[in-house]
């Protein structure tokens, strides 16, 4: 074994595992074996017989009037079945996940480039793509609204004339989505307290989800005049709710089912191809199969919101804050998606993991003609931990202090009130998780020389053999940031699991049937887990997702684990309580120790707390089968109130730190990532595995943030100038550094397991630990993602 | 036009295959092998990597027709393509990934076996396969295809790669779910066991 492995599973688990394969194991995934040999069949690799194309046309300009559309060429073309445009839409023309304005084809206007327009169905995608292109539509061009200032002029055209949705009310601009003020203590008076202040104005560029499995499914009309559906998506009792009324179908005739999901990370979230396809199909008569190609699917989703900081901290000289005033501004793009949620975000964590009484807070979302914006993993924490971290390092230098100290010094705990009035009423160890990246010892200096001369691959630049270590200097950088888990604000949060357990074939089984989606991060690994730990069984079936049974909401939010792992938890000890039932019933006169209620399933029997066998569940069960369907919550939060802010919004909080170790080459401006060590709390590892592995891809996610990746938009047109992998860049095995992942398991008793949500949090502080590191070695400010050359030479 | 070849070691006819059409469009839509994937059509992200005459390449920029006649390896063949190499010793069937590579002759020693399309069960797995398992490197799974074929192709080259090698290696195989590591786990994980099984070679 190579001697570089950086990363390790805990030898020992000290709690939870009953059976073998449960909770606490790094058992394998259940679909790892169909997705090494190619099998495991993805929304892409759909196929039916007699199955048609579908393409979409999408405009070319990003606000304009429709003039006119010109279908006639595109439905003469040979081998084209359909072409449609919002006229021939069967029932309701939008949709939205938190809000219905978002047009299944455009009407009227386009708001943003690459906006769907029109429908080709064909029997070879070549020819649903010609006869696309040869569909003709006149725009008459509109103003753009394209930032801040042009969006809340005085004589801003509005990207929405006619608001209907309930943000519109309390907005200060119709062209703002939603506005979310914290105020709490008084800021301007704990400013006068203050050594020192220092301000910042970050900006944060839009990041793409960057999935690898393109936006794809099949749609297949049904006999019943309904459909079936085989999509990827990351909630499909959501996209079910907004494709029936879009086809005009009661949601029975919906019937949806999870395809192989090629990731997800918050660009799933929305409808992308759901509806076009099902209106192509209804209208055939035949599947329809639609696949985004990477330009499309760039287009074809919501990114993260691009957004402008601006900052005010105070300290006093001994290290303490004084208070925080910030101003942060979202780019939701042309429609809402859940740019509400992501303002609230924003707003209720801007403080970062820091005690600080005295807060201004002010958060808002636009409507802009730039691409709309949405989920992605960090969900507008990470913008703002991008800006409080660089404000941490700029208040720690000033008063001379070391910049881990200092965050130290004003860490949140256990019991510190957020600035929402709400208490962190679970362990919120950040200190610890800084010690932890703090102590790890550093990567050796000039890694890059060897016997034979410096290995270029090591050296910032690479292959490009732009430097054999001249000009090279090393910088490390710290970040910290909390993350909120689960749908917060109010929000009716639920899961449902369906539990069957049956004896096949002289064993017992159970079956967990629930509508979560398997985005990748491992869910079905975890359902397998938990149903063997509550139920004492080997063998447990996952039922494919879908629509069959109640919802288990978002993959998103890092919730599903908490959420789904909590509902399958509860659902199996309903079950257990009904196979106690019956061995009571049948064996209760046998031993008196059936009249406990201290009795558990263990290894396929009823046992006592004391380890005694009573029976086995094969004897209990028999041919009988119990089977529950249930609902499980988490605790209720409360909405923000629109003045003060104040409410207990979220459910849970998660922390993260990283460190970076980064080498820049600081002539010609590049930066080669050495090592980005994380320390997080996870609560409890269900899968030591999986949860490694969330806490490295979150982290790469951030790293490319920080140096590479930004959709850009070209402000004059208002147009995505890098639709590609060859223009928007992440990274590669070469741009990625050692992850050591050190990893605390500190229980949230409110929480099934004690489990805390994972995915999110290392996204956050990765991306100001790199920046931190930039500085460090060049001594330049920085307040822009991702740093590029230019930043660093000057030129 | 009609595209003759070779895919996982059984000769195959595709018909009314348009000239525009890409060797992965053929293998995915007319071929029933949809285990190479697509996911950038431009050669940039490797999910669709797969061995052209024992060569890794993007099959999203091979055009069908520059196929014929030749021999394709994909992820669906991979462990039988592995296996005829491990009973051949080292680089026995001569599909050793050196410009050049396979000889008709010697790819169609072995012949790939359909796996159980429901559980994937039924076929062993070749070493990087079960790795990547093993290793926890297999999250959304969508690079994971053409990741393999390009790792195997390398522990072919090189049997005890260094890290710098191996990041080299697969450089031109985005993945956007695990942030590489246990990419790396898997590939040294291979990389060992393989030495460990292997009878003694002289390179």
Redesign the interface.
Known sequence: ??D????GIPAKVTQGAKSKGGIGE?T??P????????????S??M?HEDMLWGQILRSTVAHAEIVSIDTSEALATAGVHAVLTHEDLPAAKNYGMEYQDTPVLAYGKVRHHGEPVALVAAD?P?TARRAAAKIRIEYRELPLITDEASALAPDAILVHEDRGDHHAGHVTHPNIVHRQPIIRGNAAEAAKRADVIVTGEYTFGMQD??????ESGLAVPAEDGGIDLYVATQWLHSDLKQIAPCLGLPEEKVRMTMA??????GGREDISMQILASVLALRTGKPVKM?Y??YESFFGHVHRHPAKLHYEHGATKDGKLTHMKCKIVLDGGAYMSSTPSVVGNAASLSVGPYVVDDVEIEAIGLYTNNPPCGAMRGFGAVQACFAYEAQMDKLAAKLGMDPVEFRQKNAMEQGTIMPTGQPVDSPAPVAELLRRVKARPMPPERQWESSEGA?V??LPGG?SNTTHGEGVVRGVGYAVGIKNVGFSEGFDDYSTAKIRLEVINGEAVATVHTAAAE????GVTIHAQIARTELGVQQVTIHPADTQVGSAGSTSAGRQTYMTGGAIKNSCSLVREKVLEIGRRKFGSYHPAWASAELLLEGGKVVTDGGEALASLVDVLEDEAVEIEEEWRHRPTQPFDLVTGQGNGHVQYAFAAHRAVVEVDTELGLVKVIELACAQDVGKAINP??V??QI??????GLGVAVMEEIIVDPKTAKVKNP???DYL?????D?P??PVDYLELADPNAPYGVRGIGEAPTLSSTPAVLAAIRNATGLELNKTPVRPEHLTGT | MRVNFTVNGRPQEADDVWEGESLLYVLRERMGLPGSKNACEQGECGSCTVRLDGVPVCACLVAAGQAEGRDVVTVEGLADYAKQRAEHGGCGTGACGTPGGTSLQDAQQWQAKPLDSQTGEGGELSPIQQAFIDAGAVQCGFCTPGLLVAADEMLERNPSPSDADIREALSGNLCRCTGYEKIMDAVRLAAARQSETAPSQGA
Not at chain 1, 260 to 265: E, L
Not at chain 1, 696 to 701: E, H, K, L, N, S
């Open positions: 074994m190579a570089t492995r950086t990363t790094s394998l995934r679909d790892g074996t169909l997705k090494v040999t190619g099998e495991f069949a993805y892409s690799d196929w070879h070549e989800q960057a999935f690898l499995g393109p192989g999901v090629g990731g997800a990370f696949v190609n990477r290995d691959r090591a292959l985005v990748g991060q491992g595995l999986s490694i592995g490295q891809g979150g982290t790469t996610q590609s992998f060859t992440i990274p590669t095995l070469l990625t050692t992850i």
